[in-house]
């Protein structure tokens, strides 16, 4: 697949009888990733924090496609007790999960611990997707063409992991720590399509990025420089819609041609905008060693073990 191609969701296949899982689904990127799946016959699960929010957005897609399939969950990312009480939840309501989108995320909040007492950001956008994807990763195994999406970012290529100060005690910048975030999302979705291969698992974990999309992220970023420039000025003068960058996860998320392991990011200059396409991850975020440390304190953090099927 190439930018030249310009993949459209014209062209994402009939999902009928697929169930989908996308989380942060009532607005921006989530938004539109539900309204295209539904659309072409998918059912999706609207994971959201606010059930009013996830209703509206509910009301706003069949208002669209009247026979769309939806149905709205409560989970909180930040925290992991949410996270179980959805897992538990889905498995008693469903025998398989197709797709997990993990897409919700904050970014650039003043320093705030979760519930667990985790920086926000980290445990957000990545602990609680992590959690999330090792509660469900039975019903995913035993779904149709199975695949984790995880949402990264252009930023995970100037981040690092600060694995000794992951809270921001001796130094917190909130951009610095929204890139960790992104970053530890790209060594999670390496490592698991490392560890799913290794254990010959039908699931596949494929990475995506949006490029520069104008979402309510940057415009409910706190008051200040970055967000005037990117938020208020940047956003109308250079970003692309919710809808187009939207296009590498939905791309990631039912291309019958997506491999595992790939990351998917817009074909434009600098991988800003355009048409979907397979884009490079930074070395950190393919470095073995740093897979397997970030995975243990993931492990440790969340209390969740992966059961991956015994390799044959």
Not at 23 to 29: K, R, V
Not at 70 to 91: I, K, M, N, P, T
Not at 176 to 186: D, H, T
Request: hydrophobic fraction near 40%; charge should be neutral.
């Amino acid at each position: 697949m190439t930018q030249q191609q310009r993949w459209t969701i014209e062209q994402i296949p009939d999902q009928t009888d697929r169930v989908f899982v996308v989380t942060g689904a009532n607005s921006g990127l989530g938004l539109a990733t539900t309204r295209a799946l539904a659309g072409r016959g998918g059912h999706v699960i609207l994971a959201v924090r606010d059930k009013e929010k996830g209703d509206r957005a509910v009301a706003e897609i069949t208002a669209d496609h009247p026979d769309a399939s939806l149905e709205v969950r409560l989970l909180d990312l930040a925290d992991l007790g949410s996270v179980r009480g959805f897992a538990d939840q889905l498995h008693a309501d469903h025998s398989r999960l197709d797709v997990l989108i993990n897409n919700a995320g904050v970014m650039a909040p003043p320093r705030t611990l979760s519930a667990q007492g985790h920086e926000l950001q980290f445990a957000c956008n990545h602990l609680g997707h992590f959690a999330l994807t090792g509660l469900l990763l039975d019903l995913l195994a035993a779904g149709r063409d199975p695949r984790v999406v995880t949402v990264s970012s252009v930023n995970h290529r100037q981040a690092k992991i600060r694995f000794d100060d992951l809270n921001g005690e001796r130094g917190y910048r909130p951009m610095g720590y929204y890139n960790q975030s992104k970053l530890a999302n790209a060594v999670f979705g390496r490592e698991l399509h490392r560890r799913l291969t290794e254990s010959t698992s039908p699931v596949r974990s494929v990475l995506a990025h949006p490029g520069y999309t104008a979402t309510n992220l940057q415009t409910s970023a706190p008051v200040g420089l970055w967000r005037v420039v990117f938020g208020r000025i940047g956003n109308p003068l250079f970003a692309q819609r919710p809808a187009d960058g939207a296009l590498p996860q939905l791309y990631a998320a039912t291309d019958p041609d997506v491999q595992s392991g790939q990351f998917i990011g817009p074909g434009g200059m600098a991988e800003l905008r355009g048409a979907p396409t397979r884009v490079e991850l930074a070395p950190t975020a393919s470095d073995p060693a740093t897979g397997r440390r970030l995975w243990e304190l993931s492990e440790q953090l969340t209390d969740v073990r992966f059961a991956f099927p015994a390799s044959v």
